[in-house]
């Protein structure tokens, strides 16, 4: 099984969670996109570098109170666009609002399944996945291309001061 590790700077990631702390007219909680590169760091070892966050505007939202946030066709077609033309993967961003290492629900595992598979369909060569904060940590699960099931990223790394670790066996 492949090791993955995802490496973020510090600018990037406040971003993140800058935006997705915002209220929303209606919607219970934000999403965004993180676009990354990716490489092999060594033989096993795919690292993903994110490389810019997409917020998803507040009219791309639809009202749903039945889920926490839910997008329109304009964004998911926005990001896969984007994907197609810079050959970038995409991350599905959001937050659970506690303390302590995020999971994801299993709503949010059933929703990703389809929209991975969005990013799967027009950027096939690409690992594309999903990240999930906390107010203290971050969860982050990945499509490696041709894969039905996700792995979980073992390691995310915030460069910059501080420097911050999650991921599997992080605390």
């Known amino acids: 099984q492949m090791n993955v590790q995802l490496r973020m700077t510090r600018h990037t990631y406040n971003q993140i969670r800058v935006d997705l702390s915002r209220p929303h007219p209606f919607a219970g909680e934000r999403v965004g996109f993180l676009f990354a590169k990716h490489g092999l760091a060594d033989g096993d070892t795919i690292l993903v570098l994110p490389a810019s966050y997409q917020v998803i505007p507040d009219d791309q939202y639809i009202d749903d109170p039945k889920v926490g946030a839910k997008i329109n066709s304009i964004a998911i077609r926005n990001a896969m666009q984007r994907s197609m033309d810079n050959g970038e993967s ?63 990223v073992a390691k995310i790394t915030v460069v910059g001061y501080p420097v911050t670790f999650h991921g599997e066996g992080y605390v």
């Open 90 to 152: 995409v991350f599905h961003v959001h937050m659970h609002e506690h303390l302590g290492r995020p999971a994801f629900s299993r709503l949010d595992r059933r929703e990703l399944f389809f929209l991975i598979q969005s990013f799967q369909n027009v950027s096939p060569k690409l690992p594309h996945g999903a990240m999930v904060l906390s107010y203290d940590d971050t969860a982050a699960l990945i499509w490696l291309p041709n894969e039905e099931k996700p792995v979980s």
